[in-house]
């Protein structure tokens, strides 16, 4: 039995499906809970509802959100208990990246992060995928559902964004998804997300960090400042990317009551993932993939009175900048 028939023999049990996506879901999760929503309406699942935690400030996954026409709801809007079936995409760990609390168990969880078994009736975590969209290509394929137009054109864009169009170590296996959705995608309709505009917010956090950029060798760590904007900080760290000879960047900034860290590295030596467990783990939550990680300090761990932002930035700044730079075993001179 396929993985793909595996999954049909758990939704053809189910009447109705919660699919809930990781917090402040990207394209890679949105796209992957909308093929789930196919798979589940392809085999006569009663009622099915997407569901997300945190917010969506991301300019880009506004606009695919928008443009796509996705209907979601908060999760703190959506009575879990409800549903006779709870699916994960994208993510696997409940109390981990959700507001949903770690006593949850998914019947269903598609993810290519690295996580623990949690003993979900269908389970499937790869790895050695580049996307989670990649994934659910393979199923929608297996199972012969027919693409829509929508659906193409959210897993092909997912597929660009999450492997940051080929540049990220994708797999053949992307290629291959992207193959497979390009015929029945609005082109056009990518066209416009790709060219979806930035917030002033964000820009002005991307602005910040090109201010405050300190450089040691070919890696770099910026601050972002304080920003409502929790996506700001991958973009700044994206876009520091693109400085010639840097190959690795962290970007920190502060949002609501915490420090959040994100960063990036096409250096093939570096596990970036890795770089901030050993530098942060001690700190707060933090770890990510080969190439892209995030992570989370609590204020308290810093000041006392975090009301004033820029003092708790430049007191925490050098801290940070040197907990990243001693993981990464740079020292002053190099």
Do not use: W
Request: with cysteine.
């Amino acid at each position: 039995m396929t993985r793909a028939a595996e999954l049909v023999s758990v939704l053809e049990t189910t009447e109705s499906l919660v699919i809930v996506c990781h917090d402040n879901p990207d394209p890679d999760c949105l796209a992957s809970a909308l093929a789930l929503e196919a798979i589940a309406n392809d085999h006569d699942v009663g009622k099915v509802t997407i569901a997300y935690g945190g917010e969506i400030s991301h300019q880009q996954n506004r606009s695919f959100v928008n443009m796509l026409d996705i209907s979601l709801e908060p999760v703190g809007h959506t009575t879990i208990e409800d549903y006779d079936c709870l699916g994960f995409v994208d993510h696997s760990q409940p109390g981990s990246n959700t507001e949903l609390p770690a006593s949850v168990t998914p019947e269903i969880v598609v993810d290519h992060h690295p996580g623990d078994p949690i003993d979900a009736t269908f389970e499937d975590i790869r790895t050695r995928v580049g996307a989670t969209a990649t994934i659910f290509v393979e199923y929608l394929c297996d199972l012969e559902i027919e693409l829509t137009t929508r659906l193409a054109s959210a897993l092909l864009f997912a597929l660009h964004r999450e492997r940051l169009d080929f540049v990220r170590e994708p797999t053949r296996r992307e290629y291959e998804a992207a193959l497979a959705v390009y015929p029945d995608a609005d082109l056009e309709t990518l066209e416009q997300l790709y060219g979806s505009a930035f917030s002033p917010g964000t820009i002005d956090a991307i602005g910040r960090a090109i201010a405050t950029r300190e450089r040691r060798g070919s890696s770099l760590v910026a601050s972002v400042g304080k920003t409502s904007e929790t996506d700001a900080l991958p973009q700044a760290a994206d876009y520091l990317l693109n400085l010639e000879g840097v190959d690795t960047v962290l970007a920190y900034g502060i949002v609501d009551d915490s420090i959040r860290l994100s960063a990036r590295s096409i250096d093939p030596r570096i596990h970036i993932g890795e770089t901030l467990q050993n530098g942060f783990s001690e700190l707060g939550a933090v770890g990510g993939h080969h190439d892209m990680a995030g992570g989370r300090i609590e204020l308290g761990l810093f000041a006392d009175d975090a009301e004033d932002a820029e003092a708790l930035l430049e007191f925490a700044g050098g801290r940070l900048t040197r907990r990243f730079f001693d993981a990464l075993n740079l020292d002053d001179d190099r």
